[in-house]
Each structure stands twice: as structure tokens, then as C-alpha cells.
């Protein structure tokens, strides 16, 4: 079971080990095909990179460590552990309030943050219909207090 994901759409992904010595795939819509097989048991967490398993561990803290250690390899900008209160996941990528986009973003951008969360859409959405999915939580003064996808 995926735990997290890498939040710039790099192949970095933390895992419950659920299935011990299972053999997994997953067929994408354009034809390319993941494959990814569990470790056996005797380890509760780990990491998988590109496909393959780099790291395993009993421990979550430490798996975590090393999932934000790999995604900082391939990126400078991450997250690092997900605080609660602070970021909240969406289809397992760590999402702090900065990272949603606004309508100054283009189209584009606000695409891109939907991909890389595995969020689904209609090519032929305006850019409005996009932002209209993201609901905005604000105070009694009208400032912004939070921001959440629509399920």
C-alpha cells in the first residue's frame, strides 16, 4: 500500500509492506506498465525507487527520513515529513496550502498539480472549471484559512 508519494511526480514512493513477497502491476492508460514486487516479510515499511527497493525498515520515522532523503536527491524542494496541522495528503503527496494553485496560475500549472497528485480531469476544462474543484476555507474577516479538493 502506497504511503507517500513524491510530491514533484518522480518515481519515489514510501509503502506499507502489506503483502509480503506479493508481485505487483499496474498498466497506465497510454501502455506502459509498472511492475513492483514486495520485499519479504519481516519489515513493515519501505521505500521503493524507479521500481526498485532501496530501503526497508520496522520503523516510521526512519523510513520516512530516508523516503525525504530520496526525494531531495531528485529535487531540492520537498516537503520533508509530513507535520500534521501543516501539510495533509492528497492521493498520498504530501500538500501544504502554498502548493494549491490560485488563478494567477496558468492552466498548465494547475494541471500539473492535478498529475502529479492523480487528480482526474477533462482536457477540455477551462481554466475556472479546473480551480472550481479546490474549495477555499475563510474567516470571518474574509481571510483564507484553508484550501481542500473537492472529493
Request: hydrophobic residues 25%; glycine residues 8%; neutral net charge.
Amino acid at each position: 500500500m502506497i504511503i507517500r508519494r513524491c510530491s514533484q511526480g518522480h518515481r519515489v514512493r514510501l509503502h506499507r509492506n502489506t503483502t509480503p513477497n506479493a508481485v505487483r502491476q499496474k498498466t497506465y492508460a497510454d501502455g506502459t506498465v509498472e511492475t513492483l514486487t514486495y520485499p519479504s516479510s519481516g519489515y513493515d515499511y519501505f521505500v521503493e525507487v524507479d521500481g526498485t527497493v532501496v530501503r526497508r525498515s520496522d520503523s516510521f520515522a526512519n523510513i520516512e527520513n530516508y523516503f525525504v532523503d530520496e526525494c531531495e536527491k531528485k529535487h531540492g524542494d520537498g516537503h520533508g515529513r509530513v507535520i500534521i496541522g501543516k501539510h495533509h495528503l492528497v492521493n498520498g503527496v504530501a500538500t501544504s496550502q502554498e502548493d494549491y494553485p490560485t488563478d494567477s496560475n496558468t492552466k498548465a500549472e494547475i494541471k500539473d498539480f492535478y498529475d502529479k497528485r492523480g487528480i482526474s480531469y477533462s482536457s477540455s476544462e477551462t481554466k475556472d472549471e479546473l480551480l472550481s474543484r479546490i474549495t477555499i476555507q475563510s474567516s470571518a474577516n474574509g481571510e483564507i484559512t484553508s484550501k481542500h479538493i473537492k472529493a
